[in-house]
């Protein structure tokens, strides 16, 4: 069964510092990964995805991601952190051809001025 | 552009009464999903939709649950016979064809039940 893991409910991080956001995932097959950003009384917002190629992608926000094969992770990263960034951010998986979402539980990102 | 827009944003309704959540996808996009999220958890599969037709409904909990899009576009989510445990964000989302496309989600209505 496909299933995403968020293992950091929060994570707090000054503002300026690098940020790293963790998601590891199971799937049967070859994954698409998604992430998505959640801000207070708005709907969810894409951030960035990984369908194939490189490992490295970069999406909205100065936001990264790397997928790593290996460990099966699909960690969210930022070079320098912003008060704005603070937010639910959600990591996402979906099996080639199925086109289900599969949802981590969220993790909630705390940028300290 | 317009996003996909969801009505109404907030519903209360009593326990035992029937409700409709309304979803208006991005125009041009064929797929559309229905998700439900609560409290402190990621959003969680419903249903999706191919055009008129409900390509995978195994989200759906039961058969108090259904789901419509008669004209490929909009979408009605329905409840009969609601109970406290419906009570969530429900979320709809749509995408251009191909499972490897971004969702693109609307705001969400929050159903709760008395």
């Known amino acids: 069964a496909q299933s995403v893991a968020q293992p950091e409910d929060q994570v707090n991080v000054a503002e300026g510092n690098p940020l790293t956001v963790k998601c590891t995932y199971s799937?049967?097959?070859?994954?698409?990964l998604f992430w998505y950003v959640q801000y207070p009384n708005r709907g969810l917002q894409f951030l960035l995805k990984?369908?194939?190629?490189d490992n490295l992608v970069k999406g909205s926000y100065g936001f990264e991601a790397e997928f790593n094969k290996s460990q099966t992770s699909f960690h969210l990263k930022k070079p320098s952190a912003l008060v704005s960034d603070s937010a639910l951010y959600f990591c996402?998986?979906?099996?080639?051809?199925?086109?289900?979402?599969?949802w981590g539980a969220g993790t909630k990102l705390i940028i300290k001025p | 552009g317009a996003g996909v827009s969801q009505t109404p944003s907030n519903k209360v309704t009593e326990k035992g009464k029937y409700v409709e959540l309304r979803c208006d996808p991005i125009?041009?996009?064929?797929?559309l999903y229905w998700y439900r999220q609560s409290l402190g958890q990621g959003p969680e599969f419903l249903i999706y939709?191919?055009?008129?037709?409900?390509?995978?409904d195994s989200g759906l909990p039961n058969d108090r649950f259904f789901a419509v899009r008669p004209e490929g576009s909009v979408s009605t989510l329905k409840i009969q016979r609601t109970e406290r445990g419906d009570s969530a964000v429900y979320l709809c989302?749509?995408?251009?064809?191909?499972?490897?496309?971004?969702?693109?989600f609307g705001p969400g209505t929050r159903l709760t039940v008395l």
């Open positions: 125009s041009g996009h064929t797929a």
């Open positions: 990984y369908i194939t190629g």
């Open positions: 939709f191919q055009g008129t037709g409900a390509a995978d």
């Open positions: 989302a749509s995408s251009s064809q191909g499972s490897h496309n971004e969702q693109f």
């Open positions: 996402a998986v979906r099996d080639k051809g199925n086109y289900q979402l599969i």
């Open positions: 799937v049967s097959g070859n994954p698409y």
